[in-house]
C-alpha cells in the first residue's frame, strides 16, 4: 500500500533521513520505533507531504507522493494525527471533527462519522460542546484520532500518541489502534515507548540517525536484547 525507496529528509543542511526503505502492506499495523532525533517524525512528515524531501520516493498505492500537497494526500486516503495532538483548542469538541471532515461533501456522512467516533470514545460524545483545549491529555488524544478518521481514511498515521499519557491511556490508545487494523485501515505508527508499539506491530522499523538499523515483526524486535539496550535504552 506504502513503498518509500531511498528516502531522504533534510532541514538546511542537516539530513534527517539518510536513505530510508520501508513497506507497508494493506491492512497491517507497522510501527517505526527509535530515540528522540533517530527521524521518525521526519519520515511521517515526509509520507504526508508535511517535510522537505531532496531524495527517494514515496509511493501511495501506485502514486508518487513526493512533491504533492499535503491536502491532495489527504484527499488521496491518508490521515495524519500528529504528535501533539494539535487539536483546536478554542473550538468544541464536535467542531473538531466537523473539522477533520472538511473533505466529505455528504452533510449525511459527516454525521454518520461523528457517531461512529462518539461510540468509538463515549468520553468525547460526554463532552461534545467542552473546549478541547479544556480536555485532559487522553481525551485530547481521543479527540485527534477521531478527528484523524472522520474522511474513513483506509490509510492513519499517528505521531507518538501515546505522548505524555498515563500509563492505563496508553493501553487504551493502543487497543483503539489495534481496533483499528480490525477494521481494515492500514496504520503507521511512529512511536518512542517501544514495547507498546511492537507489541500491537505486524512489523517495525528501528531508526537510528536517519537510517534504518533493523526491521522484523513485532515480536521479532520486542525480543531483541541489541535493541532494545542499544538503540531504545531499554534494560534488559
Given amino acids: 500500500m506504502l513503498q518509500v525507496k531511498g528516502l531522504e529528509v533534510a532541514y538546511g543542511q542537516a539530513?534527517?533521513?539518510?536513505?530510508?526503505?520501508?513497506?507497508?502492506?494493506?491492512?497491517?499495523?507497522?510501527?517505526?520505533?527509535?530515540?528522540?532525533?533517530?527521524?521518525?517524525?521526519?519520515?511521517?512528515?515526509?509520507v504526508t507531504g508535511l517535510a522537505p524531501v531532496i531524495g527517494g520516493e514515496i509511493h501511495f498505492q501506485g502514486k508518487s507522493l513526493v512533491g504533492v500537497a499535503s491536502d491532495?494526500?489527504?484527499?488521496?486516503?491518508?490521515?495524519?494525527?500528529?504528535?501533539?495532538?494539535?487539536?483546536?483548542?478554542?473550538?468544541?469538541?464536535l467542531d473538531n471533527l466537523m473539522l477533520g471532515a472538511y473533505t466529505v461533501r455528504e452533510k449525511a456522512k459527516v454525521r454518520r462519522n461523528i457517531d461512529r467516533e462518539f461510540?468509538?470514545?463515549?468520553?468525547?460524545?460526554?463532552?461534545?460542546?467542552?473546549?478541547?483545549?479544556?480536555?485532559?491529555?487522553g481525551e485530547q488524544q481521543m479527540l485527534a484520532i477521531s478527528r484523524?478518521?472522520?474522511?474513513?481514511?483506509?490509510?492513519?498515521?499517528?505521531?507518538?500518541?501515546?505522548?505524555?499519557?498515563?500509563?492505563?491511556?496508553?493501553e487504551q490508545i493502543m487497543a483503539t489502534i489495534a481496533d483499528l487494523k480490525r477494521q481494515g485501515i492500514t496504520v503507521l505508527l511512529v512511536e518512542q515507548m517501544a514495547t507498546a508499539a511492537l507489541?500491537?506491530?505486524?512489523?517495525?522499523?528501528?531508526?537510528?540517525?536517519?537510517l534504518v538499523r533493523k526491521t522484523g515483526t513485532g515480536q521479532e524486535l520486542?525480543?531483541?536484547?541489541?535493541?532494545?539496550?542499544?538503540?531504545?535504552g531499554v534494560a534488559i
Fill in 199 to 210: 507489541e500491537i506491530a505486524d512489523r517495525a522499523y528501528l531508526l537510528n540517525l536517519g
Fill in 222 to 232: 520486542l525480543g531483541d536484547k541489541e535493541v532494545m539496550r542499544q538503540y531504545l
Fill in 72 to 93: 491532495r494526500i489527504t484527499r488521496l486516503g491518508i490521515a495524519h494525527v500528529p504528535q501533539g495532538r494539535l487539536v483546536f483548542a478554542d473550538q468544541t469538541v
Fill in 119 to 137: 461510540s468509538r470514545f463515549p468520553r468525547l460524545a460526554e463532552r461534545r460542546n467542552q473546549l478541547a483545549g479544556t480536555l485532559s491529555g
Fill in 15 to 46: 539530513k534527517a533521513l539518510q536513505g530510508v526503505d520501508l513497506e507497508i502492506n494493506k491492512g497491517e499495523i507497522v510501527a517505526v520505533i527509535g530515540r528522540n532525533g533517530a527521524g521518525k517524525t521526519s519520515l511521517l512528515r515526509a
Fill in 148 to 170: 484523524g478518521l472522520m474522511t474513513d481514511p483506509p490509510f492513519i498515521c499517528l505521531d507518538e500518541p501515546s505522548m505524555g499519557l498515563a500509563p492505563i491511556m496508553v
